[in-house]
């Protein structure tokens, strides 16, 4: 017992020293309960939609304002034409889409169905699901309702029901799962390899006594970074070719982009996660500590991103806490191009978020180094 006890209190002693560790290991998991149990949400609602609506009638108002009121669907965009609801689900703005004939209100009120064109973005399953079943309940109930009108005007009369929702899922229209997650898999694999090997790099160095050789040498602090960089951008090109292989051979992935873009991009992704990486070590005092970090920027990267759960679904703050992981951005130029086929053109914000999120993690690691220098 008398060891024993030396050994807890040498331990107590040890943690209270590494003040970060600790209040990282008590810190930590409140964080993650927090973030986890607020951010993950199925039930997908607000979804951004466009509308163009050629009949500007009082019918095609009341079924927007179902729409509307059903919660799932926020009008956020009034398009002019056809092209303008393409762009918009193209570049991302909306997921959703409807458009009114010009002789829908026609149609309705002499009795016959008036078409309704909801197209829903299916590169995200979950989020597309949600909203064919919420537009054609939608449908359904109101149609009902003006079924019910008419009956009662007319007895005996049958008519046909008054809105026929007809949905044109883009992208995915199967709804094959592996189409969704095998491009989100590959931005994961990225990550956590990366930051997780970067983030070893320096506090490596420091730990095993070599930094202080590299310090005395004429290289430069900036020279050092980039040393630590550019052999694990080959070792990322590696892995992200053979998963798109595995994508391609296993679950006959589309690639309707343009492949040499989908690589470029890809390469702008690697970096971001290695200078993110090469950041952690540089803030870390130990290969531990460099580890939890890493850990710590993995898991909302899987929850928060929009791999696993539409980003539509979060709250507002956790939405915005999105915004600074790299793999948020990655999957959207992934799924863009592999599934839309969009180019630049449409992906030129997320493109220019990651060439941000390089610059400034790459700035901040020089300089924090060379604090250590001085």
């Not at 983030?199 to 930094?211: C, F, Q, W």
């Not at 759960?309 to 592999?338: D, K, N, S, W």
């Amino acid at each position: 017992m008398i060891r024993l006890r030396a050994l807890l209190v040498k331990e107590f002693i040890q943690m209270r020293r590494d003040r970060l560790t600790f209040a990282m290991m008590v810190v930590l998991p409140v964080i993650q309960l927090l973030l986890f149990g607020f951010a993950i949400n199925t039930d997908v609602k607000h979804l951004p939609t466009v509308v163009f609506d050629q009949s500007l009638s009082p019918e095609s108002r009341d079924l927007l304002d179902s729409f509307s009121a059903s919660g799932y669907f926020d009008i956020n965009y009034i398009a002019g034409s056809f092209k303008e609801v393409n762009a918009r689900i193209d570049n991302g703005e909306a997921k959703v889409g409807v458009v009114f004939p010009p002789d829908f209100a026609e149609h309705v009120r002499s009795g016959r169905s008036g078409s309704v064109q909801v197209i829903v973005d299916a590169t995200d399953s979950m989020a597309a699901s949600s909203a064919i079943s919420t537009a054609m309940t939608i449908g359904q109930l109101r149609s009902q309702n003006i079924m019910i009108k008419r009956l009662e005007a007319v007895t005996g009369r049958v008519t046909a029901l008054p809105y026929d929702i007809r949905i044109r899922p883009w992208y995915n229209p199967d709804f094959v799962t592996a189409f969704y997650m095998v491009p989100g898999i590959m931005g994961m694999v990225l990550t956590s390899t990366m930051v997780m090997i970067t983030s070893m790099a320096i506090v490596r160095e420091r730990e095993h006594g070599t930094l202080e050789q590299l310090i005395v040498t004429p290289m430069k602090s900036y020279e050092l970074m980039l040393g630590k960089i550019i052999p694990y951008i080959f070792v990322g090109l590696v892995q992200a070719t053979v998963a798109m292989l595995v994508g391609i051979l296993v679950f006959d992935l589309p690639i309707r982009g343009n492949l040499i873009e989908l690589f470029l991009y890809t390469i702008l992704f690697i970096v971001a996660s290695l200078a993110l990486g090469i950041l952690i070590s540089n803030v870390s005092q130990t290969q531990m500590q460099a580890m939890q970090l890493s850990f710590f920027i993995f898991m909302p990267s899987v929850l928060l991103s929009g791999f696993m759960f539409p980003r539509e679904a979060m709250p507002e703050f956790f939405f915005q806490i999105g915004r600074f992981l790299p793999l948020t951005f990655y999957l959207q130029i992934m799924r863009g191009i592999v599934l839309k086929g969009v180019g630049i053109a449409a992906l030129w914000p997320q493109v220019g978020a990651l060439l941000a999120y390089t610059s400034i993690a790459v700035t901040i690691s020089i300089l924090k180094f060379r604090k250590k220098l001085a």
